[in-house]
C-alpha cells in the first residue's frame, strides 16, 4: 500500500514578531539614512560641476563718471563696488581703477590709462605716490612707473591695463573684468 500525501494541516498566520518588525524599520532607516547622506554629498558636487554653466558671470561696465573730474596728467584712484558681489562681502566688494587722462591730442584708444588696482605679482593693492610719479605695491616691494610699466621689484611685468569707454560724457571701466595674462574675457566673448 502506498502512502499518498494527504492535504497539509491548516496552520493559522503567526503575526510578525517585534524583531520582524524592528528588522523593517531598521531596513527603512538605513535607506532613508543612505538617501540623505548621498544628497548632501551629491547636489554641492553637482552645483560644482555644473555651476560654471548655468551662471553665466555678470559682463557690467562701470561709470567712473564724468569726463571733466579728470585733470590732464594726473592719476587718480576711481572707486566702485563689485557688481559680483554677495552679501557677505562686506568692504571688501569695494574696489576701483586708477585713471589718467592723457588729453585729446593721443589717439582715441591711448586718451585714458586706466589700471587695475592689484600688483601684478600676488595681487596686493598698489598705491599711487603723485610726488614721485610712481605705483608702488605694500606687499612684496613692486614698483610701477606712471604709464603701469615695471620699475622694479618681484613683479613679471607691469600693471594690467583694464578695458574702458567713453560713452555720452562718462568713462566706463569693464568690471568685474580684471585683465590677466591669459586673458578670459576675450574667451567668454568668443563663446
Known amino acids: 500500500m502506498s502512502h499518498s500525501p494527504g492535504p497539509e494541516p491548516f496552520t493559522s498566520p503567526v503575526p510578525p514578531g517585534r524583531r520582524t518588525f524592528f528588522q523593517r524599520v531598521a531596513r527603512w532607516v538605513t535607506v532613508g539614512l543612505g ?4 544628497l548632501a554629498v551629491g547636489v554641492p558636487l553637482v552645483g560644482y560641476l555644473l555651476g560654471p554653466a548655468l551662471k553665466k558671470k555678470p559682463r557690467e561696465w562701470q561709470s567712473l563718471g564724468r569726463l571733466g573730474t579728470f585733470p590732464l596728467n594726473q592719476t587718480r584712484l576711481m572707486p566702485f563696488r563689485n557688481p559680483i558681489r554677495e ?9 576701483g581703477v586708477f585713471v589718467r587722462y592723457r588729453g585729446e591730442e593721443v589717439p582715441a584708444e591711448e586718451r585714458f590709462w586706466v589700471f587695475a588696482i592689484n600688483c601684478a605679482h600676488l595681487g596686493c593693492p598698489v598705491s599711487w605716490f603723485p610726488q614721485s610719479g610712481l605705483f608702488m605695491c605694500p606687499c612684496h616691494g613692486g614698483v610701477y612707473y606712471e604709464d603701469g610699466s615695471h620699475a622694479s621689484g618681484p613683479p613679471p611685468r607691469g600693471l594690467f591695463h583694464c578695458e574702458w569707454k567713453v560713452e555720452k560724457g562718462q568713462l566706463w571701466v569693464r568690471a568685474p573684468h580684471y585683465p590677466t595674462l591669459h586673458d578670459t574675457l576675450r574667451e567668454d566673448d568668443r563663446t
Do not use: I, K, N, Q
Not at 538617501?35 to 548621498?38: F, P, S
Open 35 to 38: 538617501a540623505a547622506a548621498t
Open 87 to 95: 552679501p557677505w562681502d562686506g568692504m571688501s566688494a569695494d574696489t
